[in-house]
């Protein structure tokens, strides 16, 4: 824990009606707007009670969500004054004491579920790049005889991303769809290394529909540098000539260019050079 810095939080999602016979998602994003990595408790109230709590760590100059998957019933096994179907403040709250909330209505009686809908041909990409934007949609149909007031919950590798909360009548139709760009997939804490992942559209934990997707990881990769030749450098003494005229080996038994007399060569004539001037002394009485 870092008690000298507080972390920021704000961007609350959470439905207008919290149901009363599903789990229902409340997240927000924590920011730390430090140099120094800050690890914090952040908790769920309900009523000003403490319902849910978790541990939070954000390095410096960054942000993440933090979502909070609850209940009805949890609701009431910890806040036991709330009543169904009146209205109360919700938020969610760093130890440090920064708080982001909102309004919800918790309803009585039965409410739509996720059998209700029938969803049809869902659109998903197939990639998620940095820097890019993308839509996600589900067209669902309300065949229930009820009115359907819920939240969809917009989940890429088990982790929620984005919440939204609709109202279908019975026997209509209406489209889910979110907006969602790299940089909030990297704001929900998933692991941005090249892989391929599941990524669904579900009311609470049921799975209306969903597709694999490739997560390109966001680090730049490090261009290989191509390897240069390391050039040998000898001492001047066994330094190799290059101009024609230095490579000449220059004599009185060889000639530039020409190659030169072998040992045994040089042997015999220097034997009959000795026998001539022998001979030579012999007949001049010298």
């Known amino acids: 824990m870092t008690p000298d810095i507080d972390l920021s939080i704000g961007e609350f999602q959470a439905p207008a009606t919290a149901p009363n016979d599903r789990q229902f998602v409340v997240l927000a994003t924590v ?8 690890t914090r408790e952040v908790t769920y109230r309900f009523a000003r009670t403490a319902v849910a709590e978790k541990t939070v760590t954000v390095g410096g100059g960054e942000r993440t969500q933090v979502a909070f998957a609850v209940t009805a019933d949890q609701i009431e096994a910890t806040a036991t004054a709330v009543q169904r179907g ?19 209505q918790l309803r009585s009686g039965s409410s739509a579920s996720a059998d209700s ?15 890019e934007r993308y839509t996600v949609t589900v067209p669902v149909r309300n065949v229930d005889t009820a009115a359907f007031d819920g939240q969809f919950v917009y989940r890429i590798g088990g982790t929620t991303v984005e919440t939204r909360s609709i ?41 209306l529909a ?15 540098e191509t390897p240069h030749a390391t050039p040998a450098f000898v001492d001047g003494s066994d330094e190799t000539t290059t101009t024609v005229e230095e490579a000449c080996e220059r004599g009185f038994f060889a000639r530039c260019g ?6 045994m060569t040089l042997t015999i004539i220097g034997t009959a050079s000795s026998v001539l001037a022998i001979l030579y002394e012999l007949f001049t009485g010298a």
């Open 258 to 263: 020409q190659t030169t007399f072998d040992q």
């Open 31 to 38: 920011s730390n707007p430090t140099e120094t990595t800050v």
């Open 117 to 131: 809908l029938a969803a049809q041909e869902s659109t998903f990409p197939t990639d998620f790049r940095e820097g």
């Open 210 to 224: 969903s597709g694999d997707v490739t997560v390109h990881g966001s680090a730049t990769e490090t261009a290989t």
């Open 167 to 207: 109202e279908i009548p019975a026997g209509q139709r209406r489209t889910v769809e979110f907006e969602v760009g790299y940089g909030d997939v990297e704001r929900a804490a998933f692991p941005l290394t090249s892989q391929i992942v599941t990524q669904s559209i579900a009311v609470g934990n049921t799975s």
């Open 86 to 104: 009146r209205t109360y403040d919700h938020s969610i709250v760093t130890s440090g004491g920064a708080s982001v909330g909102d309004a919800v």
